[in-house]
Each structure stands twice: as structure tokens, then as C-alpha cells.
């Protein structure tokens, strides 16, 4: 039995994609295990269905503020390409309603927008739908944008990094 059988018994063992193979071996990885020790995010195992698998972030306390984000990411051709992830509502297996996004002031307000690409995507350089639709970004954000070498824990990082921020004020 392999570790990845022991860690996401659901999952089969054999005739996984290289890429799903990547995503467990990353969140497996020590740099993702300590954001979920520290409580920061994980992955809900029982809600991957290659490509899609669903990551939960934790924002700090405010006002009108869920405890927990969920994202819907979509890992295709992962780890060669990025990621792109919509929020989630987990109950209805469905995007989260608009009204319940995370609201602030800044980047927190341009990388929730709920008015671009139909609230499909992060309008994030570090989301692979919005870096495809900006040509100029990978300029104007180095060091955001996905790079093949990077894991899961790139995105979860900058994303969570803006609900850490001042300039969140809950949904």
C-alpha cells in the first residue's frame, strides 16, 4: 500500500494522471502540511474528482466572515500549468453566491471581483485563467505568476495572504 492510498484511501492506487500524482506528492509535502498544522488550508480528499479537487482557506475573525473558503481549483495539466479556482459553496456543490465573497479594500477587492470572467476565476496573476487573459502581468506581478516548479501551495499562499490582510473585511 502506498502513502498516497494511506492518506486518501478513496483514491485509487493505480491509473492516476502524472498531474494527480504531482498534487499528492505536493500536498503531502512538508511546506503544505505545515499551512494545514498551522490551520491556514487543506484539501477536502472526499471532493477530488480529477481535475477538480476542492481546498478550504481560513480567514481571520470579522465581521460577516465565514470561518472557512472554500476553492474549487482546477488542476489541469497540473503542475505544467497553473491553477484557476472559483469559491465554493460546499452544501450545494455549486460557486458560492456573489454576495458571500470575500469583500475589502485594494488587491482583496480586484482579486474577489465577482464582475470578470463570470466570478470563474481569481482575477489573480497567480490564477492561470486571468495571467492567460493579461499578457502583461507575468511583468507587472513577478514572482506571482505560476512557474511550473511551484505546488498547490503557491496559490493558497497568495490567496490566503489577502484574507490575512487589513484590507479584508469579511464577505
Not at 492506487?13 to 502524472?18: P, Q, T
Not at 470561518?67 to 452544501?91: C, F, I, M, Q, S
Not at 501551495?153 to 484590507?167: A, N, P, Q
Amino acid at each position: 500500500m502506498s502513502r498516497y492510498t494511506l492518506l486518501y484511501p478513496h483514491m485509487p492506487d493505480s491509473g492516476i494522471s502524472l498531474s494527480e500524482e504531482c498534487l499528492l506528492e505536493h500536498i503531502a509535502a512538508p511546506l503544505f502540511q505545515d499551512g494545514v498544522a498551522h490551520g491556514w488550508w487543506d484539501v477536502l480528499p472526499a471532493t477530488v474528482e480529477w481535475p477538480y479537487a476542492v481546498f478550504w482557506l481560513a480567514p481571520p475573525a470579522r465581521p460577516n466572515s465565514p470561518d472557512r473558503y472554500y476553492l474549487r481549483v482546477h488542476l489541469h495539466d497540473y503542475p505544467n500549468k497553473g491553477p484557476t479556482a472559483t469559491l465554493w459553496d460546499l452544501e450545494r456543490r455549486t460557486k458560492l453566491e456573489l454576495s458571500k465573497w470575500p469583500k475589502g479594500n485594494n488587491d482583496v477587492a480586484m482579486v474577489f471581483r465577482t464582475d470578470w470572467n463570470n466570478a470563474d476565476a481569481l482575477y489573480a496573476p497567480w490564477d492561470r485563467i486571468a495571467m492567460d487573459n493579461h499578457g502583461d502581468w507575468p511583468m507587472k506581478h513577478p514572482g506571482r505568476g505560476w512557474k511550473p516548479s511551484y505546488t498547490i501551495v503557491h496559490y493558497l499562499r497568495h490567496t490566503r495572504e489577502l484574507l490575512d490582510s487589513e484590507d479584508y473585511h469579511g464577505c
